[in-house]
């Protein structure tokens, strides 16, 4: 693991220079952050290019609107993840016509970024995530695999049919259950925001 | 009204952060949470936790290009509520077209020079026509770094073997690397040396090396100390020509 999961203090300082208009830790953070989140975008957009354009969109939010950072919003990482993945979203939706979805029968698309690793088997295992492995192991294959795939490829609940062949409406509802389990067993520790 | 379902409310707040919400139905919820305290707390909730599954994924180190294109995009954002221009106003030029203006009047400055230093030679025949190629043929290029201001200016005399190289613009360093020149040959890229990122320098230029018709260089990012292989092993800014001068 990077510098950049392992320090959530420091980052936490750079994000406050950075609203401050402070150049120098803006470029400090995203030497830090940046490898994490381009891996994280181009497993979910698959191609390099819109991978770096929304790589690019996310760091400019950051500078933007770094002030908007709170420790409510989760470790400094897990924030920037998320701006990188909504963005991720938001350009799919954008340019997905063009991605063509594998036919009926076929293995979904692997990742451009790393060929050899499937993080929806490796991800319940990584490190820092503790009460949410316990919960996801909780949950059935199918809910935990929706739930996983959704989140690492960016998959509409279409998508996730034809990768996992089944009907719409059974793949929705692994979906929903297997998040309202996740919600109930995440609760389970009073609600609270986990320590880093 | 749908959005005053507990349940569902809940439900949406968690499709959204897991990303399965899309289209028109994303951006009502976006809306609604901007003035829904309640609604923004459960989609915390849910980014606070399911974020950390990114830690999962294998990092991947972006090409340096994206850095550079970062700085002109942050750069370019900043000039705009400092001098907003009024209507009829020309919009403000950007840093680096004013020095892209300035380094391609310079690379005039040095074909001027280079002529004249060429015809006011006491070797150069008085009767040599203009139309007849020189024998010592001198060739200039300029090369800028995409979304940067760094770009070079260099001629190059591959009779004497002999190329000299100014740098101007600035160059947003990131992490530790060279920048280093290459002459593409028929057989493939030939290291000529390390760019300077400012003053001036001269650097020899191997001998076998003939200009066929023209010369087309290229600007890799190599490890700090240049590539270690002989070929460019990183990611090229910049290829252009250099075309003779004199």
């Given at each position: 693991?990077?510098?950049?999961?392992?320090?959530?203090?420091?980052?936490?300082?750079?994000?406050?220079?950075?609203?401050?208009?402070?150049?120098?830790?803006?470029?400090?953070?995203?030497?830090?952050?940046?490898?994490?989140?381009?891996?994280?975008?181009?497993?979910?957009?698959?191609?390099?290019?819109?991978?770096?354009?929304?790589?690019?969109?996310?760091?400019?939010?950051?500078?933007?609107?770094?002030?908007?950072?709170?420790?409510?919003?989760?470790?400094?990482?897990?924030?920037?993840?998320?701006?990188?993945?909504y963005?991720?979203?938001?350009?799919?939706?954008?340019?997905?016509?063009?991605?063509?979805m594998?036919?009926?029968?076929?293995?979904?698309?692997?990742?451009?970024?790393?060929?050899?690793?499937?993080?929806?088997?490796?991800?319940?295992?990584?490190?820092?995530?503790?009460?949410?492995?316990?919960?996801?192991?909780?949950?059935?294959?199918?809910q935990?695999?929706?739930?996983?795939?959704?989140y690492?490829?960016?998959?509409?609940?279409q998508?996730?049919?034809?990768?996992?062949?089944?009907?719409?409406?059974?793949?929705k509802?692994?979906?929903?259950?297997?998040?309202?389990?996740?919600?109930?067993?995440?609760?389970?520790?009073?609600?609270?925001?986990?320590?880093? | 009204?749908?959005?005053?379902?507990?349940?569902?409310?809940?439900?949406?707040?968690?499709?959204?952060?897991?990303?399965?919400?899309?289209?028109?139905?994303?951006?009502?919820?976006?809306?609604?949470?901007?003035?829904?305290?309640?609604?923004?707390?459960e989609?915390?909730?849910?980014?606070?936790?399911?974020?950390?599954?990114?830690?999962?994924?294998?990092?991947?180190?972006?090409?340096?290009?994206?850095?550079?294109?970062?700085?002109?995009?942050?750069?370019?954002?900043?000039?705009?509520?400092?001098?907003?221009?009024?209507?009829?106003?020309?919009?403000?030029?950007?840093?680096?077209?004013?020095?892209?203006?300035?380094?391609?009047?310079?690379?005039?400055?040095?074909?001027?020079?280079?002529?004249?230093?060429?015809?006011?030679?006491?070797?150069?025949?008085?009767?040599?026509?203009?139309?007849?190629?020189?024998?010592?043929?001198?060739?200039?290029?300029?090369?800028?770094?995409p979304?940067?201001?760094?770009?070079w200016?260099?001629?190059?005399?591959?009779?004497?073997?002999?190329?000299?190289?100014?740098?101007?613009?600035?160059y947003?360093?990131?992490?530790?690397?060279?920048?280093?020149?290459?002459?593409?040959?028929?057989?493939?890229?030939?290291?000529?040396?390390?760019?300077?990122?400012?003053?001036?320098?001269?650097?020899?230029l191997?001998?076998?090396?003939?200009?066929?018709?023209?010369?087309?260089?290229?600007?890799?990012?190599?490890?700090?100390?240049?590539?270690?292989t002989?070929?460019?092993t990183?990611?090229?800014?910049?290829?252009?020509?250099?075309?003779?001068?004199?």
């Open positions: 693991m990077s510098s950049a999961t392992a320090e959530p203090e420091r980052l936490t300082q750079l994000l406050a220079a950075i609203s401050g208009g402070d150049q120098r830790a803006f470029a400090q953070l995203y030497e830090s952050c940046s490898s994490h989140l381009f891996g994280l975008l181009l497993r979910i957009l698959q191609r390099r290019d819109w991978a770096e354009e929304a790589l690019q969109d996310c760091f400019l939010k950051v500078w933007q609107k770094s002030e908007t950072y709170e420790p409510s919003r989760g470790a400094p990482l897990t924030w920037l993840s998320t701006i990188a993945r963005r991720a979203l938001d350009l799919l939706r954008m340019k997905r016509p063009e991605v063509e594998p036919e009926e029968g076929e293995e979904p698309p692997m990742t451009l970024a790393d060929p050899g690793q499937d993080p929806v088997d490796g991800a319940i295992e990584g490190e820092g995530i503790g009460k949410l492995r316990d919960c996801m192991r909780g949950l059935q294959d199918e935990r695999r929706s739930v996983l795939l959704a690492y490829e960016g998959y509409t609940h998508e996730l049919a034809q990768a996992m062949h089944a009907p719409l409406g059974t793949v509802s692994w979906v929903r259950r297997g998040l309202s389990r996740l919600r109930d067993c995440l609760e389970g520790v009073s609600g609270s925001v986990e320590k880093e | 009204m749908k959005y005053q379902n507990a349940k569902l409310r809940r439900m949406l707040a968690a499709e959204y952060v897991l990303g399965t919400l899309r289209g028109p139905a994303r951006r009502r919820f976006e809306r609604l949470a901007r003035t829904d305290a309640a609604l923004r707390a989609q915390h909730f849910w980014e606070t936790r399911l974020g950390r599954l990114a830690r999962a994924v294998k990092p991947v180190t972006p090409a340096p290009t994206v850095w550079l294109s970062l700085q002109r995009r942050i750069e370019a954002g900043n000039t705009v509520p400092l001098r907003r221009p009024k209507a009829n106003q020309p919009k403000p030029v950007p840093m680096w077209r004013i020095w892209a203006g300035m380094a391609a009047a310079a690379a005039v400055v040095v074909v001027v020079m280079l002529s004249q230093q060429r015809f006011s030679s006491p070797l150069a025949p008085a009767t040599a026509t203009v139309a007849q190629a020189p024998a010592t043929p001198v060739y200039v290029a300029q090369l800028r770094v979304d940067s201001t760094m770009q200016t260099m001629s190059l005399s591959p009779t004497h073997g002999q190329m000299t190289v100014i740098a101007g613009g600035n947003p360093q990131i992490g530790q690397h060279s920048m280093e020149l290459w002459w593409i040959s028929p057989q493939g890229p030939v290291a000529i040396g390390l760019l300077p990122t400012q003053g001036q320098a001269s650097m020899p191997p001998k076998e090396l003939v200009a066929q018709g023209g010369i087309t260089l290229a600007v890799s990012l190599e490890p700090q100390g240049g590539s270690p002989g070929k460019p990183g990611p090229v800014l910049i290829s252009g020509p250099a075309v003779q001068a004199a």
